[in-house]
């Protein structure tokens, strides 16, 4: 018998959320005007993912990495990104019709982020308070961030589930390796940050190019080489 998956752990940004331009934005506003060059918006698929303040150190040039620098650029990082973290973000397509049909089915939800807490419960507040997202749960400063398994883990106690009844999806490599450490099946998306490749070597168990594909994932066989 196909086993049955009870429950999706979801990443935010590049997986349930375009946050790209608005996150970029607010980076490159700090970068210049603290005095250093900003950079492309596409740059920001290799730097966010790690939470904010690695954001802010890969953004910064080499030279200017000091504890002190990055505290003060992770500072006005964020007090600009809290003033326009909704200018262009906006959900994926097709991502409030799969929300839709997993409710409609039962399916339990959570969402997981390396996005400050604050900011992951604003979004998910924004966003998707029509659906039924029993846990909520960003960075914070007494968990491990992504890969760690803490938080994945935290969110099954929650749910009062097991592990292995969880798949998780996610867009980047964090979210897949954060996945197998907690023994949650690994779901890529391939409309996110980072690239197919990535995702694969990361270990992925599957691939999906559109959010309603996770319906068919439910009962999923591996189907990456």
């Known amino acids: 018998m196909e086993k049955q998956f009870e429950a999706v752990i979801f990443d935010l940004d590049g997986t349930l959320l375009d946050t ?6 607010a ?4 970068l210049l005007s603290n005095g250093y060059p900003s950079h492309p918006i596409d740059a920001y698929r290799h730097f966010v993912g790690d939470g904010a303040a690695m954001l802010v150190r890969r953004a910064l040039p080499l030279a200017a990495r000091s504890k002190e620098a990055e505290q003060k650029c992770l500072s006005d990082f964020l007090d600009d990104y809290r003033q326009n973290w909704q200018d262009r ?17 039962g399916i339990r939800m959570a969402v997981l982020s390396n996005k400050p807490h604050e900011m992951t419960v604003r979004c998910i507040a924004r966003y998707f308070n029509r659906w039924p997202f029993e846990t909520v749960l960003g960075q914070r400063p007494q968990v491990p961030k992504k890969p760690d398994p803490a938080g994945a883990l935290e969110v099954a106690r929650h749910m009062n589930l097991p592990t292995s009844a969880f798949l998780y999806m996610g867009d980047t490599a964090i979210d897949m390796k954060t996945a197998r450490a907690a023994g949650m099946l690994p779901v890529g998306v391939r409309w996110g940050f980072r690239s197919a490749g990535e995702l694969k070597k990361s270990g992925a168990h599957v691939l999906i190019n559109h959010p ?14």
Do not use: C
């Not at 980076?27 to 700090?30: I, Q, S």
């Open 20 to 25: 790209l331009e608005d996150l970029a934005a």
């Open 27 to 30: 980076a490159n506003r700090m």
């Open 89 to 105: 973000t906006h959900p994926y397509r097709g991502i409030t019709d799969m929300l839709d049909e997993l409710t409609k089915r």
């Open 212 to 225: 309603l594909e996770i319906i068919n994932r439910l009962n999923p066989e591996p189907d990456i080489d």
